[in-house]
């Protein structure tokens, strides 16, 4: 189990696994590992130790939303996930003045 908890251990461990000359599969089962999902430690880890990372895409919700929408979507801000309570009214605030599309998980 890999999530945002434990990312911070668990790196180590992935790397072990590489060293050894072993594959790491890191799949995700709400998103893209590293886009508002645990795995960008992961990744950094193992680009600096020079192991090979591959990304298979898979399923994206922000780009399915940002398409479907009828939105412009030639540029785009993907904000992720906004704080949950302080900082929150002031980041909605900076997000309104862009006239990009922009894109907000919750």
Known sequence: SFHQHNEHRKVGHLMNIL????????????????????????????????????VIPGPDAATTAVVASGLPCDRYIFEGFLP???????RLGQLSEEELTIIIYE
């Open 19 to 54: 060293d050894a000359n072993q594959d790491v599969a890191l799949i995700s089962d709400a998103g893209m590992p590293g886009i508002s999902d645990p795995g960008f430690l992961a990744v950094r880890a193992a680009q600096n130790g020079n192991h090979t990372v591959s």
């Open 84 to 90: 949950h309570k302080k900082g929150r009214q002031k």
